[in-house]
C-alpha cells in the first residue's frame, strides 16, 4: 500500500500538528469518488498494549457483497506519541497504516473506529487515513467529537444531521434499537450520505457495522 502524500507527524508541538491538519484538511475530497463496482471492504482499529507503550492496529478484509471476512491482520508498534485530544490521529496513523499494508488486496472503501470529517479541523483519524492512501474512507464514531445534533428516533436506523453552524459533518445514527447511536461521517472521497447508506448496508444486528464490528474485536484481543 503506498502513500500519496507525507501523512504527516508527531513532532513534539502541538500547534505544528495543528498545522498539518490544515493541511492536509485541505486535500479532503468530500464528494464521492468510489470504483463503479465496491468489491473489498477493510475495517480499522485500534487498540494500546503495555499500558499504552504499544499500539496495536487490526485490519480485517471483507467481501462487499457477502460480508464474510476474509482476511485479517494485526500491527503492533511503539506508541509514537501521547494521548493528546483532537490529535489522535497522528498517535493512531503508523499502526494503521502498517496494518491496512498486510491485507492481501487493497481495498475498495475503508470504515475506521473512529471521526471523518467530524473533527474541529475536519481531521479525523479516517480523513487522515483517506487522504494519505487516497482510498475512499468512512468514519464510525461511538461518541461525538464536534457538532450538534437532535437525538435520533429509537429505533434502528433512525438518523439526525450532525451540524457545525450551517456545516453538515455526517449523520447521527441509531443502528440497534434503544442503542446509543453512532456517529458517522465521510473520511475522503466519501459524502456524508454515502457514508450513513454504507453503515446502514453492513449491519448485522449489532451496534457497529461488520467491518469495524470486526476490527473492533480483534484489536481488543490480546492472543492475536
Known amino acids: 500500500m503506498n502513500t500519496v502524500i507525507d501523512p504527516g507527524r508527531w513532532e513534539g508541538s502541538v500547534a505544528a500538528a495543528r498545522g498539518q491538519q490544515l493541511a492536509l484538511a485541505a486535500r479532503v475530497e468530500r464528494q464521492d469518488r468510489l470504483p463503479r463496482s465496491v468489491r473489498w471492504l477493510a475495517g480499522l482499529d485500534v487498540g494500546f498494549e503495555d499500558n499504552g507503550a504499544t499500539t496495536r492496529a487490526a485490519a480485517v478484509l471483507l467481501d462487499a457483497r457477502t460480508l464474510q471476512p476474509l482476511a485479517q491482520e494485526v500491527a503492533r508498534i511503539p506508541t509514537v506519541m501521547p494521548y493528546i485530544p483532537g490529535l489522535l490521529s497522528f498517535r493512531e496513523l503508523p499502526a494503521l497504516l502498517a496494518a491496512l499494508a498486510r491485507l492481501p488486496r487493497t481495498p475498495d472503501l475503508v470504515f475506521v473506529d473512529g471521526h471523518g470529517i467530524s473533527h474541529p479541523r475536519r481531521l479525523g483519524v479516517a480523513a487522515h487515513l483517506g487522504v494519505v492512501t487516497d ?16 437525538e435520533p428516533g429509537a429505533d434502528a436506523g433512525a438518523c439526525t444531521p ?12 441509531r443502528s440497534k434499537l434503544r442503542c446509543k447511536p453512532l456517529f458517522v461521517a465521510g473520511g475522503h472521497r466519501v459524502s456524508a450520505d454515502t457514508a450513513r447508506d454504507w453503515v446502514l448496508r453492513t449491519l448485522r444486528g449489532y451496534r457497529l457495522p461488520e467491518p469495524t464490528r470486526l476490527a473492533d474485536r480483534l484489536a481488543s484481543r490480546r492472543d492475536g
Open 162 to 173: 450532525l451540524l457545525d453552524g450551517n456545516e453538515q459533518l455526517g449523520w447521527v445514527l
Open 135 to 150: 482510498l475512499p474512507s468512512i468514519g464510525v464514531a461511538k461518541s461525538r467529537l464536534v457538532g450538534r445534533f437532535v
